[in-house]
C-alpha cells in the first residue's frame, strides 16, 4: 500500500532560524495536503497542493509539491514560538477515498 | 460554526467493557473518517464512510465497528476493549467532488485509556 515518508522526526531550532519539513511518498500523489496540530490539540488544515511543481505561499511558510508528484517540503522563514506543533504531509493516490499521512514532524522552537 | 463534535473527551475502559464513541459534523460532509494517534506517531485510519449507508476498513480496523445511518453521524464502537486500544481518537469529516479530497475539518478528540 501507500507510505508516505516525512523527516526529520524532531527538530528544535532557535527562535529567528529557519526549518524545512520533507515527505515522500511511494505512489504518485493526486493531492498533498499539510496539516499542523498543537500540543494537546487536533490536526488543523494548512494548504493543499494539486498541482505538479506547484508552490504556495502563506506568510512565513512555503510549500512545494514535487514535479514527479510523489514529494512535498515545507519551509518556515524565521520561525517563532507560535510555530511550535507537529507538522504532518497527507498524501491521496489517485483513485483512493482516503489520505495516507505521515508521522509528522516535531518543531520545538526556542525563545 | 460547530463543525466536528466528538463525545466523550476522556473516557477510562476495564479491558473486555465496550463503548461507543460519538461523532457527529454540521457541515454537509460527504465524508467522515476515524482515526487512532498513538504518542509520536501519526494518524492511522480506522474506518472511513464515504457517504450514509456506506463503510469501508481502513488501515487498523480490527476490534473496531462502524456505522453511517445518517449523513451527519459516524460512531465508532469498541465492543472488548483492550491495552492495546489506548488512544487518541479523532473523527474528522470531508467534502469529496471529481474523486478529489478536500480538507479535513477535525473534531477535537476522544483520549481513551483501556486499563
Known amino acids: 500500500g501507500q507510505q508516505v515518508m516525512q523527516i526529520p522526526q524532531y527538530q528544535h531550532v532557535q527562535e529567528g532560524e529557519d526549518f524545512t519539513t520533507y515527505c515522500n511518498s511511494s505512489?504518485?500523489?493526486?493531492?498533498i495536503q499539510w496539516y499542523k496540530q498543537r500540543p494537546g490539540g487536533h490536526p488543523v488544515f494548512l494548504i493543499q497542493?494539486?498541482?505538479?511543481?506547484e508552490v504556495k505561499k502563506q506568510k512565513r511558510l512555503t510549500f512545494q509539491f514535487g514535479e514527479a508528484k510523489k514529494n512535498s517540503s515545507l519551509h518556515i522563514t524565521a520561525t517563532q514560538t507560535t510555530d511550535v506543533g507537529t507538522y504532518f504531509c497527507a498524501g491521496q493516490d489517485s483513485g483512493y477515498s482516503t489520505l495516507t499521512f505521515g508521522k509528522g514532524t516535531m518543531l520545538l522552537v526556542s525563545p | 460554526n460547530a463543525g466536528v463534535t466528538q463525545t466523550p473527551k476522556f473516557r477510562i475502559l476495564k479491558i473486555g467493557q465496550s463503548m461507543t464513541l460519538q461523532c457527529t459534523q454540521d457541515m454537509n460532509h460527504n465524508y467522515m473518517y476515524w482515526y487512532r494517534q498513538d504518542p509520536g506517531m501519526g494518524l492511522k485510519l480506522i474506518y472511513y464512510s464515504v457517504g450514509a449507508g456506506i463503510t469501508d476498513k481502513g488501515e487498523v480496523p480490527n476490534g473496531y465497528n462502524v456505522s453511517r445511518s445518517t449523513t451527519e453521524d459516524f460512531p465508532l464502537r469498541l465492543e472488548l476493549a483492550a491495552p492495546s486500544q489506548t488512544s487518541v481518537y479523532f473523527c474528522?469529516?470531508?467534502?469529496?467532488?471529481?474523486?478529489?479530497?478536500?480538507?479535513?475539518?477535525f473534531g477535537d478528540g476522544t483520549r481513551l485509556s483501556i486499563l
Open positions: 474528522a469529516s470531508s467534502y469529496s467532488g471529481q474523486g478529489l479530497l478536500q480538507p479535513q475539518h
Open positions: 505512489t504518485t500523489l493526486s493531492n
Open positions: 497542493l494539486v498541482k505538479s511543481g
